[in-house]
C-alpha cells in the first residue's frame, strides 16, 4: 500500500510529459513530400530514357565498330574479312538509315564501303580499317552536343505542354 500513496504523491508533485494526440485527417506535408520524390524519380526515369534514345545508338555503332576492328587486326583469312565487311557495310547502313552522318559525309563514306564490300578483288585489311576510323570519326564529329540536346528536349516540352502557342500571338 505505501507503493500507491508513494505514486500517487509523486504524480501530484511532478510535471509529465504528455504527447498531445494526432490531430484526426491527412497528413498533407507528409503525403507532398512523397509526392515530390515520385515527381523526381519519374522525372529523372524520363530524362534518362530520353538520354539512352538519343545517345545508346551512336553509342552501340562506335561500339560494334570497335569490335569489327579487333576481329579485322587478328584474322588473316579472307572469308572472314569479306564477312566483316559485310557486318560493317550493315553498321553503316543502319547509320545512314537513321541519319546519324551528315549528307556530306555519308556520300563519301558510301564510295569507300561500296568499293571495299562489293569489289571483285578482295580489299586489303588496311583499307576496311582505314574506312572504319573515318566511319567512327564521321559517327563522333556529328555527335549532338549536350546543349544542343537540352535545348530541343526544352523546345519539345514546351510545345508539348502548349505554353509556345501562347507566347507566339504576342
Known amino acids: 500500500m505505501a507503493d500507491n500513496s508513494e505514486l500517487a504523491s509523486m504524480d501530484e508533485n511532478q510535471l509529465m510529459d504528455i504527447e498531445l494526440p494526432m490531430a484526426p485527417g491527412i497528413d498533407w506535408i507528409g503525403l507532398l513530400q512523397w509526392a515530390g520524390i515520385a515527381i523526381l524519380i519519374i522525372l529523372g526515369l524520363i530524362i534518362v530514357f530520353w538520354a539512352l534514345t538519343h545517345y545508346w545508338f551512336r553509342i552501340r555503332l562506335q561500339l560494334q565498330l570497335r569490335h569489327y576492328g579487333r576481329r579485322l587486326k587478328a584474322l588473316d583469312e579472307t572469308v572472314e574479312i569479306r564477312r566483316i565487311s559485310y557486318r560493317i557495310y550493315s553498321v553503316f547502313a543502319m547509320a545512314q538509315r537513321h541519319q546519324l552522318i ?14 571495299a564490300c562489293f569489289s571483285k ?50
Request: proline residues 3%.
Open 121 to 170: 578483288p578482295q580489299v586489303s585489311r588496311e583499307t576496311l580499317i582505314d574506312f572504319m576510323q573515318a566511319f567512327r570519326f564521321a559517327l563522333s564529329a556529328n555527335r549532338p552536343r549536350l546543349t544542343s540536346v537540352l535545348r530541343q528536349g526544352f523546345n519539345q516540352f514546351v510545345s508539348f505542354i502548349g505554353l509556345n502557342k501562347g507566347l507566339s500571338n504576342e
Open 102 to 115: 551528315s549528307a556530306a559525309e555519308t556520300d563519301a563514306l558510301a564510295v569507300k564501303i561500296n568499293q
